[in-house]
């Protein structure tokens, strides 16, 4: 069904990745996130790392803290969907204060920075 593939196609170009190697724990995360009106939805299943990096942000590490109390966040994988305002808050999953402009990719590999400079 034509109508169906356009969803998905446009579902699909909304949709960013984030996959980075934390030195620190050797540990691969894996983050899928969508971009909405709202915001940066970071997608349920997403890894989180759970290292505190020294330049990690006071209040993505409460956030963090918070999600990890309430069982949102376990075993470093995220349970709910959870928005955030922006692309580097979003980028949160990495533990350590990140640029999500320049983290977040679509399946291609274009940077979000890209796509919002087309």
Not at 1 to 11: G, Q, R, W
Not at 55 to 82: A, F
Not at 87 to 106: E, I
Request: hydrophobic fraction near 35%; proline fraction near 1%; charged fraction near 30%.
């Amino acid at each position: 069904n034509k109508d169906t593939l356009e969803e998905e196609a446009v579902k699909d170009k909304d949709l960013l990745f984030l996959s980075r190697k934390i030195r620190k724990s050797n540990l691969q995360i894996e983050a899928k996130c969508k971009r909405t009106n709202e915001g940066f939805v970071v997608l349920k299943g997403s890894m989180i790392s759970l290292e505190d990096l020294k330049i990690m942000p006071k209040l993505i590490k409460k956030l963090r803290d918070q999600l990890i109390t309430s069982k949102i966040i376990k075993n470093g994988i995220l349970m709910e969907n959870q928005l955030f305002t922006s692309a580097s808050y979003a980028a949160f999953v990495l533990g350590t204060k990140a640029n999500g402009l320049t983290h977040w990719k679509t399946k291609n590999g274009q940077t979000l920075k890209e796509l919002e400079e087309n």
